[in-house]
């Protein structure tokens, strides 16, 4: 085995086109370190349909110029077997250690394979790439991003030629062609053949943000803006400006890009800490709201005063306030949510007279929805523009709360205002999470196991009046790893994530509110109730 493992290795470092990569796997070589060498070839980085995503380093196991090129050439294989040889393969990236490296490897496999290249001018938000590839008529995408993972992490996200991420069967027909690179000396790769772009398409971007907005609405609210040190700024400052809004006030200490992220344990606005310099910024400035956007801006994360001090609002809180706000301006067309989000959705499309649907988890179900006017995820995730960017998008987001801040702020109210009477008017939907990340993914598999083998018959005291394994799909849903709970005023879905080393479970419940007055007891109701489905469900799972 040892032997064998060290082969394995050397093979690698012989085609390895990174001089940093190399150095590294060469130590390890060295001092035979078979435990690290062991993790690092114990197989190959799955090619999924969140792309590829993975810690930086040497090894098939790892984000690397080597696992990159060969992504990248069994896109082009697929993409030249769907009859789109010639077509026009556009590239984004954002700022992280290896980012511009990977993506121009990208653009010499696309061009050494027949197809046309275009890398974006610079790092920047992957709204703007998504947007591009309609906008520029291209057959598939490439982002060069690992989102709001940490630092030391890269990924790899396709999109094909009506701008949405790929779902399956794309996924496995690219993987198998990934499979089947033999080595990186039968990939093409010449040094020059493709366009970098300039600023038309961000300008085009940019033309576009304009149209989430309602002519002549009030643009008055104040923000502070944390870029959480990804590339949200410049497109974001941009954007406001063109809107009209007041210059948001920067988190300084976050403004600029910075691959190691400093100032943060997680550049994820939903982790605890994240938003604390956002925060001290608002105590010291009294804005009407904050907006912060994870690396690659392609969420949006919002905050308001909430008494003396300041708070995150939820994803669904956001994903409500938007739906109400685009309501309220008259639009038309389908409402949709993964089904992890909250079921406060259906509730506004439907008295609305509005079309609804609901999807598995991500974007890359929810911009296929036909006919989408709006969509959102819990996780932060709002597709406000679906007709420039099928995806989810952290700019035009922030444009559209803070238009509805502002309107709020002309009529005396706020954000959270608002909030209480989409309780009253929809029941209060409270929800909540309970997320464990793990070192051994085993434990994952284990935690579903233990679920469906012994289920739950009531959490919280509430019994459970329907129990789906979603393995096996539903009459409107494909078939995914999750597991969904029905109780009596409340619902509990349990997956492992796609992206992270994390068992997810997403808890919502409904309390009736007969007016504002009723409020305080329903949300102190809501509370005990997802505590308690929480210890119920951590107890039922073994985590």
């Not at 497109?235 to 809107?243: D, E, G, K, Q, S």
């Not at 205002?417 to 999470?433: C, F, K, R, Y």
Request: glycine share 8%; with cysteine.
């Amino acid at each position: 085995m040892h032997d064998d493992l060290i082969a394995r290795a050397k093979a690698w470092l012989a085609e390895d086109p990174d001089p940093e990569t190399r150095d590294e796997l060469g130590r390890l070589i060295d001092a035979a370190d078979t435990a690290e060498l062991t993790t690092r070839f114990s197989g190959t980085l799955q090619f999924g349909t969140a792309g590829l995503r993975g810690e930086l380093g040497a090894g098939p196991m790892r984000m690397n110029r080597s696992v990159v090129i060969r992504a990248a050439a069994g896109l082009a294989a697929y993409l030249n077997k769907q009859g789109a040889g010639g077509g026009l393969v556009v590239i984004g990236y954002d700022a992280r250690h290896k980012s511009a490296d990977f993506a121009r490897d990208t653009a010499a496999v696309m061009t050494g394979a027949g197809l046309r290249a275009a890398v974006l001018p610079r790092p920047l938000p992957t709204p703007v790439l998504a947007f591009a590839i309609r906008h520029l008529g291209a057959v598939a995408g490439v982002e060069v991003t690992a989102s709001h993972n940490p630092p030391r992490d890269n990924g790899y996200k396709v999109y094909l030629g009506d701008g949405s991420q790929i779902v399956p069967p794309a996924d496995a027909r690219i993987a198998a062609e990934i499979d089947a690179v033999r080595s990186l000396d039968d990939v093409p790769r010449p040094d020059t053949g493709w366009d970098t772009l300039d600023d038309s398409v961000l300008d085009a971007y940019l033309a576009r943000t304009d149209a989430v907005l309602a002519p002549g609405s009030p643009r008055t609210a104040r923000t502070v803006y944390t870029a959480m040190h990804g590339v949200g700024k410049d497109t974001l400052l941009a954007a406001f400006a063109r809107a009209g809004f007041p210059e948001p006030v920067l988190v300084a200490e976050q403004a600029e890009p910075d691959p190691d992220f400093p100032t943060v344990a997680f550049p994820n606005p939903e982790e605890p800490g994240a938003m604390d310099l956002a925060f001290a910024v608002a105590r010291d400035t009294d804005p009407d709201l904050i907006v912060a956007n994870d690396p690659d801006a392609d969420r949006c994360a919002v905050a308001v005063k909430d008494g003396t001090d300041w708070r995150m609002l939820r994803g669904d809180e956001v994903g409500a306030l938007l739906a109400t706000h685009l309501v309220a301006r008259g639009v038309q067309g389908t409402f949709a949510e993964s089904i992890v989000s909250s079921s406060l959705l259906g509730r506004i499309a439907e008295k609305a007279g509005l079309p609804y649907e609901e999807t598995l988890t991500g974007f890359k179900w929810i911009a296929r929805v036909e006919g989408l006017r709006y969509g959102y995820e819990e996780a932060l995730g709002y597709c406000v523009d679906p007709e420039g960017v099928r995806d989810k998008d952290g700019i035009t987001a922030a444009l559209l709360i803070t238009e509805l801040a502002s309107r709020l702020k002309e009529e005396g109210r706020t954000l959270l205002d608002l909030l209480d009477d989409i309780a009253v008017e929809h029941g209060l939907h409270a929800t909540d999470q309970l997320s464990v990340r793990v070192q051994d993914l085993s434990l994952i598999a284990d935690a579903m196991e233990r679920l469906r083998e012994q289920p739950p018959t009531a959490l919280a005291g509430l019994p459970i009046t329907r129990a789906e394994d979603l393995t096996r799909g539903t009459d409107r849903l494909p078939p995914t790893d999750g597991l969904r709970y029905t109780l009596d005023g409340a619902r509990v879905i349990v997956r492992p994530s796609g992206t992270e080393p994390k068992l997810k479970c997403y808890l919502e419940v409904v309390v009736p509110v007969a007016d504002l007055t009723a409020l305080p007891a329903a949300r102190a109701k809501a509370t005990d109730l997802l505590a308690g489905i929480k210890r119920d469900l951590s107890a039922a799972a073994g985590i």
